[in-house]
C-alpha cells in the first residue's frame, strides 16, 4: 500500500519527495492523476456502448425480441461490463504514460532500483489490470451494500421530483461510487505492490523508461 505524504522531509517542487534515483514515495496525489486519466477514457468509452446497447435493447423489446426481464438484466450489467473491457485497453496507455512531474515504473518483486526496471509489456499491464479488476468488483460490491440505504433515499427522493430525475441521480450516485472504489484500488493496491512477479513504483518523469525485448509485446 502507498504510504501517506510526509509531512518532514525535503520535497522537490512538485510537492514529492524522490528517494535515490528517482524513485517517489507515491501519495494519495499521484493515485488521484493516475486514476482520472483511467477513469475518465474508461467512462466515455463506457457510456458510449452502454447507450448503444440500450438503444437496442429497447427496439428488441418493443418488437418482442427480447423480453423485458432479460433487457432489465443486459440494461444493469453492461455499464460494468464495458467499463472494465475499456479499461483492460486503457490500462496499457496509462501505465506507459509520461505525467507532468512522474511515470509509472516496474521493477522486479521486492525492488524499487532503477538498473532493474522492467518494460511495460502488455503481459505486465494485463496482470494491473486484472488486480485492479477483481479487486475493484469485491470493494464494489461491499460499497454498494454499505451504500444500499442512503443510496434507495436518494434514489425514491429523485424519484419523486421526476421519473427523469431520478435516472439522472441513479447515474450519477453510480459514476461517484465507482469513481471512489476505482481511486481506493489504484492507491490501495496497485501502487507500491507486488503483482505477479514485478513492483508497480512511481520516478521522476526525467527518469529515461526501459526499452522493451525483441519479440516482446509492448504495444
Do not use: C
Not at 423480453?67 to 496509462?94: D, E
Amino acid at each position: 500500500m502507498a504510504s501517506l505524504p510526509s509531512i518532514t522531509g525535503g520535497v522537490t517542487s512538485g510537492g514529492v519527495a524522490p528517494a535515490a534515483g528517482g524513485y517517489i514515495q507515491p501519495t494519495l496525489g499521484h493515485g488521484f492523476r493516475i486514476w482520472w486519466a483511467l477513469y475518465w477514457r474508461t467512462s466515455l468509452i463506457a457510456i458510449g456502448l452502454v447507450y448503444f446497447v440500450a438503444l437496442w435493447v429497447g427496439i428488441l423489446a418493443r418488437n418482442d425480441l427480447l423480453s423485458v426481464q432479460a433487457g432489465a438484466l443486459i440494461n444493469k450489467a453492461t455499464p460494468y461490463v464495458f467499463t472494465f473491457a475499456a479499461a483492460f485497453f486503457i490500462m496499457h496507455r496509462v501505465v506507459r504514460k509520461q505525467f507532468r512531474q512522474f511515470r509509472i515504473s516496474l521493477t522486479p518483486a521486492g525492488s524499487a532500483e532503477l538498473g532493474h526496471e522492467l518494460p511495460a509489456t502488455r503481459e505486465r499491464t494485463t496482470r494491473i489490470w486484472w488486480t485492479y479488476t477483481w479487486r475493484s468488483i469485491i470493494y464494489l460490491v461491499i460499497a454498494t451494500l454499505v451504500a444500499n440505504v442512503p443510496m434507495s433515499f436518494v434514489l425514491l427522493v429523485a424519484a419523486a421530483v421526476s421519473p427523469l430525475f431520478a435516472r439522472i441521480a441513479g447515474l450519477l450516485v453510480g459514476l461517484v461510487l465507482n469513481g471512489a472504489v476505482g481511486l481506493f484500488v489504484i492507491y490501495s493496491n496497485i501502487l507500491d505492490e507486488d503483482i505477479g512477479g514485478f513492483r508497480v513504483g512511481l520516478v521522476t518523469a526525467e527518469t529515461s523508461q526501459p526499452l522493451a525485448p525483441p519479440g516482446s509485446s509492448a504495444s
